[in-house]
Structures are given as structure tokens and as C-alpha cells.
């Protein structure tokens, strides 16, 4: 109130002496009061501001005590609960530690199977590195080394083994052979199946049936190669035919003919020795 009573006292004092002043000293006197008219309308524009902001401020702070009192309420209930549950009998506490000794030992069991999952890809990754190396540049085009879950499959193309139409081995199959042979004896745990595979065209040999006949055979003859002229141990070996029903390729071209008709030598750790570990599961019923 003063200021507002000062500004007006001010002008008409400036407009009474406006006579006696000279035009210099009142243009100064009108510059002073249009400055302290806008600091006026200024302050006042920014009290209206901080009364309404801190209006604002006071309706928020009243939300957050009532969202904090509700958040007070609903833990001291929860917690109400959790002391009842805990209180009403001491069989909970004892299924609670039977579950986490279950669940600890299930854990223990998951990490022992991945650990031997790892020693075993390990080891089949170092038999293909080094089977690989060992082949010729002519030899790794009629041969295809793959690690699959564990287990190492060696292809090998008919044209390499066999004689067209045959179960016969050719003389160049005994320099491929040689070294997969001393590959299995370097790996004695393992176990070595010998698949045999045909096209889907009709054997029209004498004495051989069908390509059942043919795969098996070609299987037998690599197995006794194997066992005779390698020594490998016949204990560790397995022959089998899929016959024209295990393509990997479409018969309908001849390329596709050509991957089909192959020779798998599979190479696989020991079954006792994933028994051995589900010897060690744990004797508790599943956790669900």
C-alpha cells in the first residue's frame, strides 16, 4: 500500500515541478516512474505465481501422505499375515527347508550333467580338429566332419569307399580309413556306429535284395576293415543300414543322389557313462 500511494505522490510532485525543473530533469523523473511502475506489475505477477505453485505444492504433499499411509497399511497387514503363517505351525518351516534342499539338490545334479555335456563336446571338438587335419586337400571333399549335441559324425562319399554298385572297398579307402582308425583307438571310451546309406535308385546286384541289403553290407565292410586290417576293437563297433530312408539331400537330382549315398561313422561317448550320472539324480520327486 505505501508503494502504491509513493508512485502516485511522486508523479503529481513531478508534474507540479515540472515548471520549475528544466525538460531534462522531468523526462528523468517520468523514465523513474514508468520503471517503478513495471517493477510493480512485475512482483505482483510473480506472487500470483508462487501463491498458486505453492497452492499446487500443498495439494500434492497432502496426496503423497495419504498414498503413504495407504502403503503403510497394506505392509503392516502383509506382514500380519506372514507372522501368522509363520507362527501357526512349524511344519511350514520344515517344508520350506525340504523344498530348498530338493531344489539345491536338483541344481547340483543340472550342473553335473552340463559339466560332463562340456568335457564331451570338448573332447569330440579335438577328435574332428584333428581328424580334419589329418586328411589330404582331395580327401576333405569326400569327407564331412560335423559335432551335433555331443556326438561327432564323420560322412564319407561311396565314390571314396566302395566300388560303383558294391560293398567292395576301393584301394583309396584304406588311406582315409587308416587315419580314422587310429582317431577311434586314441579315444578308447567311445563307442563307433558304422551307418550305411543308399539313393532311393533299385540294386539290381545279384545275391543283394534291395538297398536294405546294400547299406548294411557297405557298413559290414568298413566294420571289418575296422577290426582286421586296424585293429580297433570289435567290442567298440556296430554296423547298421538305413537303406534310401535317411536322406540328407533330395534324390530327384544327382547331386543330391550322390550326398545320399554316404557312410557315417558315428563316434559317441559311452551309455554308462550318462548312466553313471543318472545313477547320481537326486532320489527326491521332481520339484514343480
Known sequence: MKLRILIPALFITAVVASSCVSSKKYKELQANY???DSNTREMKGRYLLTERNLGLATERVKGLDEQLASERSNNKQLQSALDKCLTSSGQGNLNISKLVDEINSSNKYIQQLVNAKNKSDSLNMVLTNNLTRSL????????DVKVLKGVVYISLSDNMLYKSGSYDLTDKAGTTLSKIAKIIKDYANYDVLIEGNTDNVPITMK???NNWDLSALRASSVVLALQTTYQVDPKRLTAGGRGEYNPIADNSTAAGKAQNRRTQIIITPKLDQFMDLIGKAP??????
Open 207 to 209: 545275391n543283394i535284395r
Open 136 to 143: 589330404s586337400q582331395s580327401e576333405i571333399q569326400d569327407v
Open 34 to 36: 514508468d520503471k517503478l
Open 283 to 288: 532320489e527326491t520327486a521332481p520339484v514343480k
